[in-house]
């Protein structure tokens, strides 16, 4: 089941850029295109979901289809480099919310300096060359042009990013840190499934996830107490 959803997350990625790119006209007035930014947004959020559930082994039981699905999803969400991710998340998991978690700022609790902070630790030279490659790839496309590559596919990886920052990085982790949170000094979302999919896939529910990392984001609701 879990190579079924990986592999879903992934098609759906593609199918819908690749439709949206050609068919959905990037107006001020067109309502439907902010719907289809807004699912293209999730769809890039699904994505690092997905590759973050090979890094803790969730897709499958083979190792290399966990590695080789966490390669492409990683790619695909923004040329990111999945061995460095998954090494940072490891020491995410081991020390939460402390100065040797390269996830948390500890200068600052400010929503726009720890992003920045954190976009910095992530974001390579390397991979804004390629992704600069892959925008004008996306040119050669019959109808595409340069304002629906960036409305349709740089301002939804975007907003992707913002979602998984927030969701899974800031709120939950950020201070003050109280007893409740547990070891993980962790958040978590009340119970609400349909929201808690739709803000994160389910990753709001996100001291059930410390508590469990062997959990696939898909059954990570059933944890909820």
Not at 82 to 93: A, I
Request: with cysteine; glycine share 4%.
């Amino acid at each position: 089941m879990g190579i079924l959803i990986a592999l879903a997350v992934v098609v759906m990625w593609v199918f819908h850029l690749s439709w949206i790119l050609q068919h959905v006209v990037p107006s001020f007035t067109n309502l439907w295109m902010y719907i289809h930014i807004l699912v293209q947004a999730w769809l890039f959020t699904g994505l690092f979901i997905t590759a973050h559930d090979a890094m803790h082994g969730n897709i499958s039981r083979s190792r290399r289809i966990n590695e080789a699905i966490g390669h492409i999803a990683s790619f695909l969400f923004a040329a990111m480099f999945y061995k460095r991710l998954k090494k940072n998340h490891g020491l995410h998991h081991k020390f939460p919310a402390t100065a040797q978690d390269p996830d948390f700022f500890a200068k600052s609790q400010n929503f726009f300096l720890w992003w920045g902070a954190f976009m910095y630790r992530y974001v390579t030279v390397l991979q804004i060359m390629i992704m600069a490659i892959i925008f004008n790839l996306l040119l050669l496309i019959p109808a595409v042009d340069e304002a629906r590559a960036i409305v349709f596919w740089a301002l939804p990886a975007i907003l992707g990013t913002l979602q998984l920052f927030w969701v899974g990085v800031y709120w939950p982790h950020r201070l003050p840190h109280h007893e409740h949170m547990g070891p993980h000094r962790a958040r978590t979302q009340h119970k609400n499934h349909l929201w808690a999919l739709i803000s994160c896939y389910f990753f709001g529910y996100h001291r059930e996830h410390h508590n469990n990392p062997r959990i696939p984001w898909w059954q990570l609701f059933k944890t909820k107490p």
